[in-house]
Nanobody, 117 residues
Framework: VQLQASGGGSVQPGGSLSLSCKAS????????LGWYRQAPGKQREFIASVTSGGITDYSDSVRGRFTVSRHNAKNTLDLQMNSLKPEDSGVYFC????????????WGQGTLVTVSS
């Protein structure tokens, strides 16, 4: 399985960006897709996820501003980011994780988001 993230860029505070992640290969059922962010000098942190059944979860820092969605038939994962703040800057990674046999975790290569005036 390979994950290809796209859509990063530069935006001013208060602006919006949309990220997308395309999965190629065999994504099995019961796979949760998610977004993580890594800012310079910081650990990678959870941002948002969506299960194969459509249940979403968000970090407190982005809840109400970001929306995660997936299209199972197309094997794509999206993240709509609104009301962006400078602290939202970082490299965004998509992840595919399955916690039942066969267990797997795959990461995409990351896409850079910069929020600055």
């Amino acid at each position: 399985v390979q994950l290809q993230a796209s859509g990063g860029g530069s935006v001013q505070p208060g602006g919006s960006l949309s990220l997308s992640c395309k999965a190629s290969g065999n994504i099995l059922g019961a796979t949760t897709l998610g977004w993580y962010r890594q800012a310079p000098g910081k650990q990678r942190e959870f941002i948002a996820s969506v299960t194969s059944g459509g249940i979403t979860d968000y970090s407190d820092s982005v809840r109400g501003r970001f929306t995660v969605s997936r299209h199972n038939a197309k094997n794509t994962l999206d993240l709509q980011m609104n009301s962006l703040k400078p602290e939202d800057s970082g490299v965004y990674f998509c992840r595919a994780r399955r916690s039942v046999t066969p267990v797997y975790t795959y990461w995409g290569q990351g896409t850079l988001v910069t929020v600055s005036s």
